[in-house]
């Protein structure tokens, strides 16, 4: 079946520093595929998407490519904040109206 | 405007017992989904609704789990005869329609203890 794979973490990070958090998957097809944070003590919310093939999504600073030669969605940050320590989840969703597939998360902390 | 909301926040169960669980979806959005969260793990899909119709509920782990949506807002979330295995954090979402491109909103969730 469908699945996401996720980097473990807890990934600790200096303020400033670059971040990566890799993120693979395996799937029938081409879906769309998400990044979702959740910050301490909220719920899941959308960080960005892309739907096809080499389409980047982008907010808050952060990016992510859809790589569908290596099948992955890696996310990068330039320069983290203290304020993005939170769990980052990787996502998939095929058609629409349908449901996501999620990873197991990501916790990233971000020390000053 | 309001987002998803959920009811109870927490709740904590003796084995055996039911329990209802309660989504308030985003006023007119089409679409509701229940998820399960385990203890540091991701969501995993439970159902999903269009309207009061229940088109999916591929990820009801057993026949204890029950959901309704009976005018298509409103949603809950019934766990029958609980065990422990049941504990874990519980996640509404909506989305407005059915296109490709919608986003799906995610309510509070409320985490369950069955003990």
């Known amino acids: 079946g469908d699945s996401v794979t996720q980097m473990e973490g807890p990934v600790t990070l200096s303020e400033e520093a670059f971040l990566t958090i890799n993120c693979t998957y395996t799937?029938?097809?081409?879906?769309?595929l998400f990044w979702y944070v959740q910050y301490p003590g909220e719920g899941l919310q959308l960080l960005l998407k892309a739907t096809k093939a080499d389409d980047k999504g982008s907010n808050k600073g952060f990016e992510a490519t859809y790589r569908k030669e290596t099948t992955s969605f890696h996310l990068e940050k330039g320069s983290v904040q203290v304020s993005d320590s939170a769990v980052y989840f990787c996502a998939l969703r095929f058609g629409t109206a349908s449901k996501l597939t999620f990873g197991t998360g990501t916790r990233l902390q971000v020390t000053l | 405007g309001a987002g998803v909301s959920q009811s109870p926040r927490y709740k904590v169960a003796k084995r055996g017992q039911d329990v209802a669980l309660r989504c308030d979806p985003i006023s007119g959005h089409v679409s509701l989904f229940w998820y399960q969260q385990a203890l540091g793990q991701g969501p995993e899909f439970l159902t999903y609704?269009?309207?009061?119709?229940?088109?999916?509920k591929s990820g009801l782990p057993s026949d204890r789990f029950f959901a309704e949506r009976p005018e298509g807002s409103v949603s809950t979330l019934k766990i029958q005869r609980t065990q422990q295995e049941d504990s874990a954090v519980y996640l509404c979402?909506?989305?407005?329609?059915?296109?490709?491109?919608?986003?799906?909103?995610f309510g509070p969730g409320t985490r369950l203890l069955v003990l």
């Open positions: 799937a029938t097809g081409y879906p769309s």
């Open positions: 609704f269009q309207n009061e119709a229940q088109l999916d």
């Open positions: 979402a909506s989305s407005q329609g059915l296109a490709e491109q919608e986003t799906q909103y």
